[in-house]
Nanobody, 120 residues
Framework: QVQLVNSGGGLVQAGGSLTLACTASGKIASIKSMGWCRQAPGKQCELVAVITTDGSTTYTDSVKGRFTISRGNAKNTVNLQMNSLRAEDTDAYYC????????????WGWGQGTQVTVSS
């Protein structure tokens, strides 16, 4: 019912920047929130940043001041600008969304992961 498609990610040196983008499509009436979590092998996905429908943002402490989540120009798109990247930011990043569908039900889930690798 909802598809989340990521773009961005890749390999960057420590101190560099990357931008991730995520677009939600499907039978969407409105998006309550969209964000990113990151997951190391064998661990739970850690919430990195989220933006709600009213524009409120939340960040995990380790990325505050370095990452910025924002709505993209395209409909149902969010961007994650990642600056001053560190080796410990290396992970698979997953876009997640909390969506109200056109039939009035809700949907919450993740898209496919995109790898971010920061070399020290």
């Amino acid at each position: 019912q909802v598809q989340l498609v990521n773009s961005g990610g890749g390999l960057v040196q420590a101190g560099g920047s990357l931008t991730l983008a995520c677009t939600a499509s499907g039978k969407i009436a409105s998006i309550k929130s969209m964000g990113w979590c990151r997951q190391a092998p064998g661990k739970q996905c850690e919430l990195v940043a989220v933006i709600t429908t009213d524009g409120s943002t939340t960040y995990t402490d380790s990325v505050k001041g370095r990452f910025t989540i924002s709505r993209g120009n395209a409909k149902n798109t969010v961007n994650l600008q990642m600056n001053s990247l560190r080796a410990e930011d290396t992970d698979a990043y997953y876009c997640e969304a909390d969506v109200e569908l056109i039939d009035g039900s809700t949907w919450w889930g993740w898209g496919q992961g995109t790898q971010v690798t920061v070399s020290s």
